[in-house]
């Protein structure tokens, strides 16, 4: 109940309905008493004295009953439908916002396929809860108590008798519900297996196929294939033993009912009429016992959903504004950058970067070399604030940036990553992502500066070619290269290229390479590179191994000394070199 209460508040504006649905349907439950009271009086009142003029009138009286009920149950439709529409609605934004919102240390750990899952599945089981099956579970109780009721006024005796096999029905159906409840937990689990094959196939297809592990996946897939199948078979055995259970129990207790009942009406302490009213009564109190496990079970998964959709929305972000956070004001923002004994490690692993200090003059280039894993791509994540420094300063024009609004700090940073995203859209508009009323001259601009505008217009729809999910259909380098258009249309005060052009050939990356020379000026820019030839013309180049700096300086001082930039500069020049030393022979 905890997690219904929590769920309230995306619900409470519709909380009329849910109290409309569950009168309608307990108002149904209740019309539904009269029809045998009705069967009572045809029997007793018409057919057994003879008086078969007061026929028409009863079966119109059962007619309208059922009509008035249909409505009624109609009505718990519409209202639960409307509520759990309402709901999942509301719910389903909330979660897109918090996603939205939730920091890059959530997005570490987080795994597609269980948030998909969660955004979906989940979140299909609450509606339908709150919808219907909150209603039905609470309806299970009111047929049960009217049942009885109604039962009792006919004849107590009768009805205790009957009642004997209930406890043994309530029993199997709980019996049932625990043994069903995990084996729809491992289905879902073998479910979830199997869509997450699937997905990482479809992602990973290139792998796959270059690999020819084609007939490797296939096997992988049937197993798990192979476990779905098995858990599904088990849990319709289960559900093909309960049914014949049940019906046996609810035999024995319309037996019951019939033996006694019989003899009760042979003795004349009971109208035919009441014993054919009582006989269909019975139905209120089976009917329920069979679904018990059903509504129940119902409930479990609805509450293990509805925990997993709050622990999405109940996430904590540890990259949050300051009350006062200032905003930064693009005309004035300068772009000087400052790192003090920057420390920063992920989660509790080693740090990643240590005691990192730089300051970056306005407009001044900047450049990172290191091996895999050095830390170069941190700096920029912390400079971004994806993540808050474990100690240290980074300042931007002098400020904190912790004391600036998140979304305004990242509004001066245009990134171009090593691996570019690219949205299911247009060129156009995956250039001009995230920047509005951008017309479709400055959108040429910058892709003629990103040296793009020639592929885009060979393409069939030009600037409107949709582009497949994650730019599919393009090679790499055309793809860094409307990264680079869409950094540079933002317009930023401060630049990073984050291995920037390591995907086009080393034409192209000197032709961009002259356009950034443009686009750099006046911009505080970040390089991160692994070619040499990215980054010669740094003011300053820092060279990183396991997160510590260890050289700095200009590319001209740095391949005078002895250290690792030289020995990345002779292996990346070793032609230009060698020609160099013939000529120096000759
Ligand atoms: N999101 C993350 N969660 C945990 N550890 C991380 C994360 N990102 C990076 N690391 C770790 O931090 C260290 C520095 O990584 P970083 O990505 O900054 O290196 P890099 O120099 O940019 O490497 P590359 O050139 O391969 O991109 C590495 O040991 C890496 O394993």
Redesign the pocket.
């Known amino acids: 109940m905890e997690v219904l209460r929590q769920l309230r508040r995306y619900y409470q504006e519709r909380m009329s309905y849910l109290v409309l649905s569950i009168l309608c349907l307990a108002a149904a439950t209740a019309v539904g008493l009269i029809t045998p009271n009705l069967l009572r009086i045809l029997i007793d009142d018409a057919i057994v004295p003879g008086d078969f003029e007061r026929v028409p009138m009863l079966a119109i009286t059962v007619l309208i009953v059922v009509i008035f009920k249909g409505l009624l149950q109609f009505a718990h439709g519409f209202f639960g439908g409307r509520l759990g529409n309402f709901l999942a609605y509301k719910l389903r934004n909330a979660c897109y916002e918090k996603l939205q919102f939730l920091s ?1 240390r959530y997005y ?1 750990k987080a795994k597609t396929g269980d948030l998909m899952s969660r955004l979906t599945g989940d979140l299909e089981a609450i509606r339908n809860f709150i919808g219907f099956g909150f209603a039905q579970l609470l309806n299970v109780f009111f047929m049960v108590l009217f049942g009885c009721i109604a039962m009792f006024s006919i004849n107590w005796q009768l009805t205790l008798v009957t009642l004997i096999s209930m406890p043994f029905l309530a029993a199997v159906a709980l019996r049932f519900e625990s043994k069903v409840h995990p084996a729809f937990q491992e289905m879902r689990l073998a479910l979830s297996s199997l869509t997450t094959a699937v997905q990482e196939n479809i992602t990973g297809v290139r792998t796959v196929k270059s690999f020819a592990r084609e007939d490797f996946e296939v096997d992988k897939f049937s197993d798990r294939n192979e476990r779905y199948k098995v858990n599904q078979i088990f849990a319709s055995s289960l559900w093909s033993k309960f049914f014949p259970v049940m019906e046996l129990l609810a035999s024995v207790s319309v037996a019951i009912l019939l033996g006694v009942g019989g003899s009760l009406v042979i003795h004349g302490k009971m109208s035919i009429g009441e014993l054919v009213a009582f006989f269909s009564l019975i139905w209120y109190i089976i009917g329920p016992m069979w679904g018990l496990g059903f509504h129940i079970n119902n409930y479990t998964q609805s509450k293990a959903s509805g925990e997993r959709v709050l622990e999405v929305l109940n996430q904590p972000i540890d990259v949050v504004d300051k009350e006062d956070a200032l905003e930064l004001d693009s005309y004035k923002v300068k772009g000087h950058v400052t790192f003090e004994h920057v420390t920063f490690a ?2 509790n ?2 740090p ?2 240590v005691d990192i200090n730089f300051d970056a003059k306005p407009g001044s280039v900047i450049g990172f070399l ?10 920029i ?1 912390l400079m971004m604030r994806a993540y808050d420094v474990n100690s240290g300063t980074i300042k931007l024009d002098g400020i904190d940036i912790r004391d600036y609004a998140v979304q305004s700090l990242r509004s001066q940073i245009a990134t171009v990553f ?1 691996e570019t995203f690219l949205f299911s859209s247009s060129i156009r508009n995956n250039i001009a992502y995230g920047i509005n009323n951008v017309t479709m001259e400055e959108v040429i601009r910058v892709a003629k500066l990103a040296k793009a505008h020639d592929f885009i217009m060979e393409m069939p729809d030009g600037y409107d070619t949709v582009v497949g999910e994650r730019g599919m259909g393009l090679s790499g380098g055309q793809k860094q290269r409307i990264a680079i258009a869409r950094a540079l249309l933002k317009n930023p005060r401060i630049l990073v290229l984050d ?1 920037a052009t390591s995907a086009v050939d080393m034409e192209t990356e000197h032709e961009i390479q002259a356009g950034f020379q443009e686009v750099m000026k006046g911009r505080t820019t970040f390089i ?1 590179a ?1 070619r040499i030839s990215s980054l010669r013309h740094a003011d300053e180049i820092m060279v ?1 191994d396991q ?1 510590r700096v260890v050289q700095r300086g200009k590319h001209s001082e740095l391949i005078q000394v002895p250290g690792a930039y030289q020995d990345v500069y002779r292996i990346q020049y070793a032609d230009y070199l060698a020609k160099v030393n013939a000529g120096e022979r000759e």
């Open positions: 890059f570490d992920y989660g692993k080693m990643a970067v290191g091996g895999t894993g050095s830390g170069k791509s941190t700096i994540q090593q291995d991160i692994h990183l997160g």
